[in-house]
């Protein structure tokens, strides 16, 4: 972290800053709403500590769904040009590893006070917004709410009952209103990736593992798939960025942006249809595009995650910029979201708190707290910081897998390629899902290529793990 620019720990005066708050929710004003007697839930993974949103809905009849998600209040607790968010504002993110987590905010706030724990009063910025029959955003608000957590729910747990394979979650069988609230939020957002479906949103599956570590040692990779509970949470959280995102235009205020650019290398996602027997267009074309992977996951769904991260990777990186109102932005191409913010998770992401301090500005009737000149520094900082903390978490990512195929030299496995420059050539194998270098064999090789490769060196201390392409495999080394 520290040879990428990152600072692993809080400062000193960061830390006392943090011990010496009192629960923020006591610091309400007379703006805000009191819905702690509403039926609040949380869905996340079962070790989750930092919890910065709630859902709830409302059934309109024939207009529909009223969908309502609170954002923590991380604003209250953490005023800007603090301890606390001077350090915020240098990370810009939780960087999460297998071997520690590293939260943006110190965890008496982030795992406490400012996250939306289960039974507790919290502060928070929800975002309203209505979704008709068709999926389609109506009428939005924004305001701010005092709200509790009535049920802290696990995403396997949730997508299991509504798929029908597993009973219901105790908190769901003890509570008929809760169970009509998932059913309904269910519904919802399966109207809402529908419609962005139907716009040209990707349909991408791809395969990500979490290091599971026992005793000191790397156990196994654990893949998480993309089951019907984190399908509803992602597009509710879709939904509300673009809400808010809109909610700054209308109001003419210069805003972050979340941006997904054209890819550049369409030539070589072209090249990867026309391998498969399909043609697409000479210029970017997200429905087209998207076309073409529902095809693919229908003819091949067991092999499609392989072909939806080769896609991932062509697509490239997001990164922030600013938006200027009344000027069209850049949008997210894989989303098929023309506007678009991140502000729903301001406890581990800065660029949610910078909005949230927007956001928050509007509804006072304030004046903006950051300029267009600072907001542009901001932007491209957090996109920096961003790829910094996505280059240590795919290291350490590396030196547990690294531990885990320590034992596997000279074994050879399926994969496919994922990176290609003149540089070096990269590879994920399929079982377990690893990534490492090519350094025998790779001329020839690019994204999206089916290969079988060999092991020949896997280094935890330095989180590398070299592969040969099987028939150039030099001997096998230790």
């Given at each position: 972290m520290r040879e990428r620019g990152l600072a692993p720990e809080f400062p000193p005066e960061a830390i006392r800053q943090a011990e010496a708050l009192t629960d923020p929710a006591r610091a309400a004003g007379g703006s805000v709403r009191d819905m702690t007697g509403a039926a609040w839930c949380s869905i996340d993974?079962?070790?989750?500590?930092?919890?910065?949103?709630?859902?709830?809905?409302?059934?309109?009849?024939?207009?529909?769904?009223?969908?309502?998600?609170?954002?923590?209040?991380?604003?209250?607790?953490?005023?800007?040009?603090?301890?606390?968010?001077?350090?915020?504002?240098?990370?810009?993110?939780?960087?999460?590893?297998?071997?520690?987590?590293?939260?943006?905010l110190p965890e008496r706030l982030c795992t406490d006070l400012t996250s939306l724990v289960e039974g507790e009063d919290r502060l928070t910025v929800v975002a309203a917004f209505e979704v008709d029959g068709d999926g389609r955003i109506g009428a939005t608000d924004l305001f701010e709410a005092r709200v509790r957590n009535q049920a802290r729910l696990v995403y396997e747990t949730v997508a299991a009952w509504l798929e029908g394979t597993a009973p219901a979650p105790p908190e769901v069988v003890a509570s008929s209103e809760l169970a009509a609230q998932l059913r309904r939020q269910d519904e919802a957002a399966r109207r809402l990736r529908a419609r962005r479906h139907e716009r040209g949103a990707l349909p991408l599956e791809t395969i990500e593992a979490r290091p599971v570590v026992r005793d000191g040692r790397v156990v196994e990779l654990r893949p998480q798939d993309k089951d019907r509970a984190r399908q509803l949470i992602e597009d509710f959280m879709i939904a509300a960025n673009e809400a808010t995102a809109r909610f700054l235009q209308d109001r003419g205020v210069p805003s972050l942006r979340r941006v997904v650019r054209s890819p550049e290398r369409w030539d070589r996602l072209e090249a990867l249809a026309a391998g498969k027997g399909v043609t697409l267009p000479r210029e970017p074309d997200a429905g087209a595009l998207a076309d073409f992977l529902r095809r693919m996951r229908a003819a091949d769904p067991l092999r499609f995650p392989d072909l939806s991260l080769a896609v991932v990777k062509l697509l490239g990186a997001g990164e922030y910029v600013v938006h200027d109102p009344g000027t069209e932005g850049a949008g997210h191409f894989g989303l098929a979201v023309r506007d678009y913010t991140h502000s729903t998770a301001p406890n581990r992401r800065y660029p949610d708190l910078v909005t949230q301090r927007l956001v928050k500005a509007l509804l006072a009737g304030a004046p903006p707290p950051y300029g267009r000149e600072e907001l542009d520094v901001l932007a491209r900082h957090c996109t920096r910081q961003e790829d910094a903390a996505n280059r240590v978490e795919r290291q350490v990512k590396k030196a547990a897998s690294a531990l885990l195929l320590s034992d596997h030299i000279g074994e050879a496995f399926d994969a496919l390629v994922t990176g290609a420059s003149a540089k070096a050539t990269w590879v994920r194998t399929l079982r377990p899902p690893v990534d490492g270098r090519v350094v025998a064999g790779e001329q020839g090789l690019d994204v999206g290529d089916a290969v079988r490769v060999r092991l020949v060196r896997a280094d935890p201390a330095r989180g590398e793990i070299d592969f040969a392409r099987d028939d150039a495999a030099p001997k096998e080394t230790t």
């Amino acid at each position: 972290m520290r040879e990428r620019g990152l600072a692993p720990e809080f400062p000193p005066e960061a830390i006392r800053q943090a011990e010496a708050l009192t629960d923020p929710a006591r610091a309400a004003g007379g703006s805000v709403r009191d819905m702690t007697g509403a039926a609040w839930c949380s869905i996340d993974n079962d070790d989750t500590r930092d919890f910065d949103q709630l859902t709830l809905s409302q059934d309109l009849g024939a207009r529909g769904t009223l969908v309502l998600v609170a954002v923590a209040d991380v604003d209250a607790a953490v005023a800007r040009d603090t301890p606390m968010d001077a350090h915020a504002r240098l990370n810009t993110t939780s960087v999460y590893t297998a071997a520690r987590t590293f939260p943006m905010l110190p965890e008496r706030l982030c795992t406490d006070l400012t996250s939306l724990v289960e039974g507790e009063d919290r502060l928070t910025v929800v975002a309203a917004f209505e979704v008709d029959g068709d999926g389609r955003i109506g009428a939005t608000d924004l305001f701010e709410a005092r709200v509790r957590n009535q049920a802290r729910l696990v995403y396997e747990t949730v997508a299991a009952w509504l798929e029908g394979t597993a009973p219901a979650p105790p908190e769901v069988v003890a509570s008929s209103e809760l169970a009509a609230q998932l059913r309904r939020q269910d519904e919802a957002a399966r109207r809402l990736r529908a419609r962005r479906h139907e716009r040209g949103a990707l349909p991408l599956e791809t395969i990500e593992a979490r290091p599971v570590v026992r005793d000191g040692r790397v156990v196994e990779l654990r893949p998480q798939d993309k089951d019907r509970a984190r399908q509803l949470i992602e597009d509710f959280m879709i939904a509300a960025n673009e809400a808010t995102a809109r909610f700054l235009q209308d109001r003419g205020v210069p805003s972050l942006r979340r941006v997904v650019r054209s890819p550049e290398r369409w030539d070589r996602l072209e090249a990867l249809a026309a391998g498969k027997g399909v043609t697409l267009p000479r210029e970017p074309d997200a429905g087209a595009l998207a076309d073409f992977l529902r095809r693919m996951r229908a003819a091949d769904p067991l092999r499609f995650p392989d072909l939806s991260l080769a896609v991932v990777k062509l697509l490239g990186a997001g990164e922030y910029v600013v938006h200027d109102p009344g000027t069209e932005g850049a949008g997210h191409f894989g989303l098929a979201v023309r506007d678009y913010t991140h502000s729903t998770a301001p406890n581990r992401r800065y660029p949610d708190l910078v909005t949230q301090r927007l956001v928050k500005a509007l509804l006072a009737g304030a004046p903006p707290p950051y300029g267009r000149e600072e907001l542009d520094v901001l932007a491209r900082h957090c996109t920096r910081q961003e790829d910094a903390a996505n280059r240590v978490e795919r290291q350490v990512k590396k030196a547990a897998s690294a531990l885990l195929l320590s034992d596997h030299i000279g074994e050879a496995f399926d994969a496919l390629v994922t990176g290609a420059s003149a540089k070096a050539t990269w590879v994920r194998t399929l079982r377990p899902p690893v990534d490492g270098r090519v350094v025998a064999g790779e001329q020839g090789l690019d994204v999206g290529d089916a290969v079988r490769v060999r092991l020949v060196r896997a280094d935890p201390a330095r989180g590398e793990i070299d592969f040969a392409r099987d028939d150039a495999a030099p001997k096998e080394t230790t």
